[in-house]
């Protein structure tokens, strides 16, 4: 053996790690370095990401933001050269619901303006509304007759006062430091706390729909609230009841205005009344609510495969929001990340033996209802004999998702998928220069990859950075806070991953469930 050929041997050596079935896992070095020169020294993934969030804004799952962001997206995808792009319906949801104007201000006994926002699926005001503020402590129903007919007109702070958490302030956002990658990797068996004990249920307390049902006949100006001590921020979800009436116009109008306000605006106002010193308040919140049901829809696009094209390999996020913000990490940074990943597929003109699907969900932040539906209807599930299998359930490969901020890869997570290590893992070799080297069996949720993994698809979440100043669900969730450089090499990896996945002699393989 030459020199030449003995240093290349070791090289090969080098770039293969056993397969799953023992056989080497193969690296395309040479693709892997044009999707790192398009991604890195041509992207375009804060182009998407500024669009997304300068322009288009928050994108709550079915409102009329969410359709014109669709439509945009549609044309994004076919501009990228995708084929078989479509808007999927998943389910009749309920009416459109939009925020289109608020106004919050306290008038004495001090002027301030105040930030608030709707909770969603709750309606506006007449116009403008100047009314007295008061404190309602509504827990048990004997509470009612305290308060029965003494809250007509009044603007009520509705919960107690929360401590603003100043550590985030002390400490900042600290990266993940070396011991701590060490343990993700280590730590294979986590330690399970057993559950405490749920205290039985008092009957006499009031759920949150009933004392959303008691305000409004009781006829308030506005219900104020808190629930979040983060200085600054607005968090506020939805309203209480909202799923369970499916989103509905009736529900929508047949609640009070709710406004979820800052922490140090909120303690101000509850300050000045605790000491007998009236508040007043000016409030104005307008709403579109929609007329009639409509569905609410996944955007689905294709690079199509060739000797293996019906099978899939698929890349994804979650595309709706919530409406505080354009919510530029949650997840419209997963968003950007999938666009880039695809485009840098089709610029390199890569042409993948399986097909390549990019799904951008809606519904994700009411419960997965976008991939939950899009998996039982593509794919089914084998573990629920009133769904089973459909044929599409052996033509999946594998579901990459990206919903954990935009911090930069640090490595993914198994999923408890032990099989599937060897090639995760050759995959990951091209970027440990980004600091990609961390392969954990933990299992880690509360995002898409679930409506995959709990069916026993291969669904997987890469491990990130955690990344400062990003406000995931508030009203402090901007463009500024996105760090570019970590979102191109995010995209590469993604880019590298689906690729590999795509031309593999074999499916990812898959994890037994019980
Ligand atoms: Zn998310």
């Not at 105040?114 to 009314?131: F, H, K, N, S, W």
């Not at 939805?238 to 709710?258: E, F, H």
């Not at 890349?315 to 354009?326: E, I, K, N, R, V």
Request: aromatic letters at 8%; hydrophobic letters at 40%.
């Amino acid at each position: 053996m030459t020199t030449r050929l003995r240093s290349f041997a070791t090289a090969l050596l080098l770039l293969v790690t056993a397969g799953f079935t023992g056989g080497p896992v193969p690296v395309d070095w040479v693709m892997v370095a044009r999707i790192r020169e398009e991604g890195l020294q041509h992207s375009q993934v804060m182009d998407y990401e500024s669009y997304m969030t300068d322009v288009l804004g928050a994108r709550l799952t079915l409102s009329q933001d969410m359709q014109r962001a669709q439509t945009w997206l549609q044309g994004t995808m076919k501009q990228i050269g995708l084929v078989n792009v479509v808007a999927e319906p998943f389910m009749d949801y309920g009416v459109t619901w939009d925020n289109e104007y608020v106004s919050l201000h306290m008038l004495t006994p001090d002027y301030q303006p105040m930030l608030g926002y709707p909770i969603a699926y709750t309606r506006g005001t007449d116009g403008l509304q100047v009314a007295e503020a008061v404190i309602v402590d509504l827990q048990v129903r004997g509470d009612l007759e305290k308060y029965r007919g003494t809250l007509r007109g009044k603007a009520v702070l509705v919960s107690p006062p929360v401590p603003i958490d100043m550590a985030p302030l002390y400490n900042g956002t600290p990266r993940r430091n070396q011991a701590e990658l060490d343990s993700l990797q280590r730590v294979v068996v986590v330690p399970t706390r057993p559950a405490p004990p749920r205290p039985a249920r008092n009957p006499d307390l009031l759920s949150a729909e009933e004392k959303l049902a008691f305000y409004q006949a009781e006829g308030v100006a506005a219900v104020l609230q808190c629930e979040s001590g983060w200085l600054g921020a607005v968090r506020g979800f939805s309203r209480p009841g909202a799923r369970t009436d499916g989103w509905s116009r009736a529900g929508m109008l047949a609640s009070p205005v709710v406004i979820a306000i800052t922490p140090e605006h909120y303690n101000r106002m509850y300050r000045i009344l605790k000491r007998n010193i009236p508040v007043t308040v000016e409030i104005n919140v307008r709403i579109r609510i929609g007329e009639a049901t409509e569905q609410a829809m996944n955007v689905i696009g294709e690079i199509p495969g060739t000797d293996l094209k019906d099978q899939v390999v698929m890349l994804g996020a979650h595309f709706d929001t919530w409406h505080a913000s354009p919510n530029a990490s949650d997840n419209t940074s997963g968003v950007a990340v999938a666009l880039e990943a695809i485009r840098i597929l089709k610029a390199v003109g890569a042409k993948p033996r399986r097909t390549i699907r990019v799904a951008l969900w809606g519904g994700e932040e009411q419960g997965l209802f976008g991939s939950r539906a899009y998996v039982r209807q593509h794919f089914g599930n084998p573990y629920d004999s009133t769904v089973g299998a459909k044929p599409g359930y052996e033509k999946l490969s594998v579901y990459f998702n990206q919903d954990y901020g935009p911090g930069q890869y640090q490595g993914i997570y198994l999923q408890g998928d032990e099989q599937a290590r060897s090639m995760l893992t050759a995959w990951m070799e091209p970027f440990s220069d980004f600091g990609m080297t961390v392969v954990s069996n933990q299992s880690v949720g509360s995002t898409d990859h679930v409506s995959f993994d709990e069916v026993g698809l291969p669904g997987f979440q890469f491990l990130q950075d955690r990344a400062p100043g990003t406000g995931g669900h508030t009203n402090l969730d901007f463009f500024d806070t996105i760090q570019g450089d970590d979102m191109k090499k995010n995209a590469v990896v993604m880019a590298s991953y689906v690729y590999h996945a795509a031309m593999a002699d074999t499916r990812l393989p898959r994890k037994a469930i019980n």
